[in-house]
């Protein structure tokens, strides 16, 4: 008897392995089958991280210039792209483009170039070229609404809660000569109508 269950174990061995092979075989072509689909599944995801990270950014900002009559600062509503420029340099650039709106002025002069602008710690640090200082033609009025143009700008976003002014990478004292530049300054409410 024992030599007959030896003789039948041996065929139901190669049946159980040929049959282990037939199924791991078969396995294996499911799972070919499936690494396409889910390939397929997660190109798609790619290409859509990738067409955000092309696809241009906008923002609607505040960019603040003075009214005709030196009485005030108004906000004109601008739609900034920043794929090249982050926010702040963005909006920056936007004001420094100047105002075509009936009654208010441009008081940036035209030769000043916007250096850079960061942000941390809640100050926004302006880096201006000389030309925001040498060409400035106006008087304590004027300077004031240079001065509130630039930081009511950049406080318009929440994150900004003073800025500071600086010419050529450097710290200045005033523009000339009427305001304190020395501390970064706050928003200036006061000046806008």
Known sequence: MFKRLKNMTYPLGIFICAAALVLA???????????????AQTEPAQDAKESTVTEPKELQVNVYYPKNDGMGLVAVSRTIRTEKDDKYTAAMKSLLAGTKEKDQTNVIPKKAKLRSVSVKDGIATADFSKELQQNFRGGSTG??????????????FPEVQKVRILIDGAPVETLSGHMDLSEPLARMTELLK
């Open 25 to 39: 075989a078969g396995c294996s072509d499911e799972q070919k089958t499936a690494q396409p689909e889910q390939a």
């Open 143 to 156: 300077e004031e609404m240079l001065v509130g143009s630039i930081v009511n700008t950049l406080t318009e």
